[in-house]
């Protein structure tokens, strides 16, 4: 036999030691890029490839593991399905790009009945038909732990509107759609409610009160809409990125890429009232939720000055700050005028277990 | 708390009542393709995207799951990493084309040190070096339970050479590449070692003899090489498939949808002597084991009887059977003339377990 996983003991440095980010920048090192047409690989919220004249072609994949990404205690299947589709949306999205094919693969154990994947099925129809992708191939196999789900996404972008995460310029505004920290308070929500559950299962689950931040936890939307918007009114996003890990941590990623600074404004920060009330209610620091709560997936993006006065009027968008090279760093300006640094404690898929 | 699998206990139809194909039928049920650019959905190698005036982007996905695709005590990490790439990339020789990306999802548990980690990576890079695919993206993420590998390739075909399983025609020829059943009863003598070892773990594995077999179940190859010969040769097969499944299991899906019979000849079947004498040593039938045996990731094609004399001397493509409309339906030929019906017993990763 090739105990490879013991021999691997006699070096074994912890996954955690490195955090996901850390993981992939060490495992894209020495990675070259053959083909002419690759433009783009590892580093933005897809890969970028050649596809006809005026487009690109945008490639990305997103997993999502039971027990990690979801819990099925409280998780709708239907939801499930639509919000796996959706994720992947984000991400083409995040590059002005339209979606155009998705492929599906499950892996099922024998927990799963045909109903039960058929509702997830489902929700993966709503969420193509609403998102206007075709699911067009994928694998289905058995597993033998829980649900698996691996989706991939093509889309399209014209050539002269591929936002990258690397194109923020000095002054550029900062600008985030929706509301943010609601999906994270969501979460908070379901967890105590499956623990009153455990606890006493007669108890009925109060979650009246929290619908639309339970909503954007279940069944969150790709803001495709405002890519259509952006479109229209004829502004192309100098960088922009989906908020999948928290406000913060895509702060950086922009930051980092365009080796520049970023400045946001905490009264200038989006977050509904329910989601401010559930931190409340939580002993949780609303801003904290809303710089570090992840799974929004609403869009952050920078925009030049002069585009300004075509979006302001819009209901959906916030310009929360702008970009610098002050050595003062990242940082968010409180309400009474301080500057504190900007730290990430987005969701890290391997640091945190 | 909505429990969702709960309730659906009051309907449960268990998903091997189906197996892997009738799940994807019925999952297909009512998937319409609303993107102009969809050429081609799920039911062929790699779904069919439009690209440039000259060529079609292929997309197709694969995912490898811990305890059903792969047994990580006998299976070296580096070959797992270099299969995973290999079998998408299969895919796409299937459709006649050529890979350019790929994106790798991974699902990793505390089990793995980076070191691991390392060498599932080391294995792919070698592939897509080989394969000249340049890793382009994807995710990674905490695991509870198993390995999970989930890989998306991309591809292109010239318009006019692209494969797909539909396009066999009454007459053409059936060709398959290489040897076949190799990879299925290297496996038989995987698990046996691996037995051998679990009763006496002072037993050292008896893998010389087996050498060919064992290599063709743990690092399989795409036939890229047929691909590009083809190319030069200037031959376009009608139809074509990877056998991934068994012989049998992919004659039957060109037959179906092709709306053709196939007819195979015994004794033209190409069998290697080390999977022939490996098949009677596990009193299996050879013949059995080539129909039948999955994983050979070699290539099934037809042709037209005019470019039969472009491959005639070819050493590795080899001409076994014929497409036609005999009443029939799909036999194998026996050494002694009979005609037998051809029944597919392939893999079946749902109705197995």
């Given at each position: 036999?090739?105990?490879?996983?013991?021999?691997?003991?006699?070096?074994?440095?912890?996954?955690?030691?490195?955090?996901?980010?850390?993981?992939?920048?060490?495992?894209?090192?020495?990675l070259?890029?053959?083909?002419?047409?690759?433009?783009?690989?590892?580093?933005?919220?897809?890969?970028?490839?050649?596809?006809?004249?005026?487009?690109?072609?945008?490639?990305?994949?997103?997993?999502?593991?039971?027990?990690?990404?979801?819990?099925?205690?409280?998780?709708?299947?239907?939801h499930?399905?639509?919000?796996?589709?959706?994720?992947?949306?984000?991400?083409?999205?995040?590059?002005?790009?339209?979606?155009?094919?998705?492929?599906?693969?499950?892996?099922?154990?024998?927990?799963?009945?045909i109903?039960?994947?058929?509702?997830?099925?489902?929700?993966?129809?709503?969420?193509?038909?609403?998102?206007?992708?075709?699911?067009?191939?994928?694998?289905?196999?058995?597993?033998?732990?829980?649900?698996v789900?691996?989706?991939?996404?093509?889309?399209?972008?014209?050539?002269?509107?591929?936002?990258?995460?690397?194109?923020?310029?000095?002054?550029d505004i900062?600008?985030?759609?929706?509301?943010?920290?609601?999906?994270?308070?969501?979460?908070q929500?379901?967890?105590?409610?499956?623990?009153?559950?455990?606890?006493?299962?007669?108890?009925?689950?109060?979650?009246?009160?929290?619908?639309?931040?339970?909503?954007?936890?279940?069944?969150?939307?790709?803001?495709?809409?405002?890519?259509?918007?952006?479109?229209?009114?004829?502004?192309?996003?100098?960088?922009?990125?989906?908020?999948?890990?928290?406000?913060?941590?895509?702060?950086?990623h922009?930051?980092?890429?365009?080796?520049?600074?970023?400045?946001?404004?905490?009264?200038?920060?989006?977050?509904?009232?329910?989601?401010?009330?559930?931190?409340?209610?939580?002993?949780?620091d609303?801003?904290?939720?809303?710089?570090?709560g992840?799974?929004?997936?609403?869009?952050?993006?920078?925009?030049?000055?002069?585009?300004?006065?075509?979006?302001?009027?819009?209901?959906?968008i916030?310009?929360?700050?702008?970009?610098?090279?002050?050595?003062?760093?990242?940082?968010?300006?409180?309400?009474?005028?301080?500057?504190?640094p900007?730290?990430?404690?987005?969701?890290?898929?391997?640091?945190?277990?």
């Open positions: 036999m090739q105990p490879e996983l013991q021999t691997m003991a006699e070096q074994r440095t912890e996954l955690s030691s490195l955090g996901e980010f850390g993981l992939i920048d060490k495992l894209s090192e020495g070259e890029l053959v083909n002419e047409s690759s433009q783009l690989g590892i580093g933005d919220d897809a890969a970028v490839i050649s596809a006809d004249d005026d487009n690109f072609g945008l490639l990305s994949s997103d997993m999502l593991l039971e027990g990690v990404h979801f819990d099925l205690s409280y998780v709708p299947l239907q499930l399905g639509y919000k796996s589709i959706a994720v992947n949306v984000s991400d083409i999205a995040a590059m002005n790009g339209k979606p155009e094919q998705i492929t599906v693969s499950l892996g099922l154990s024998n927990r799963f009945s109903e039960a994947v058929e509702a997830i099925y489902k929700g993966m129809k709503a969420a193509a038909k609403d998102y206007q992708v075709d699911i067009v191939g994928g694998d289905t196999t058995t597993s033998h732990s829980g649900l789900i691996s989706i991939s996404v093509y889309g399209k972008v014209a050539k002269e509107k591929v936002a990258y995460r690397k194109g923020a310029k000095e002054k900062l600008c985030a759609t929706g509301d943010l920290g609601a999906a994270f308070l969501g979460l929500v379901l967890e105590r409610e499956k623990q009153t559950f455990l606890a006493n299962p007669n108890m009925q689950p109060q979650l009246d009160k929290y619908k639309y931040i339970v909503q954007r936890q279940l069944k969150p939307a790709a803001r495709m809409d405002i890519i259509h918007e952006l479109n229209e009114k004829d502004v192309v996003p100098t960088s922009m990125i989906d908020i999948s890990d928290g406000l913060a941590s895509e702060c950086m922009i930051s980092r890429n365009s080796g520049l600074n970023v400045a946001i404004y905490e009264d200038k920060l989006p977050i509904d009232k329910q989601t401010y009330d559930t931190a409340v209610e939580f002993n949780l609303p801003i904290t939720a809303v710089l570090n992840g799974e929004d997936y609403e869009l952050l993006f920078t925009i030049k000055q002069e585009d300004h006065a075509k979006l302001d009027t819009h209901p959906d916030h310009f929360i700050g702008y970009m610098h090279k002050e050595q003062v760093g990242n940082v968010l300006i409180t309400k009474n005028g301080n500057q504190v900007l730290k990430a404690q987005g969701w890290d898929h391997l640091g945190q277990k």
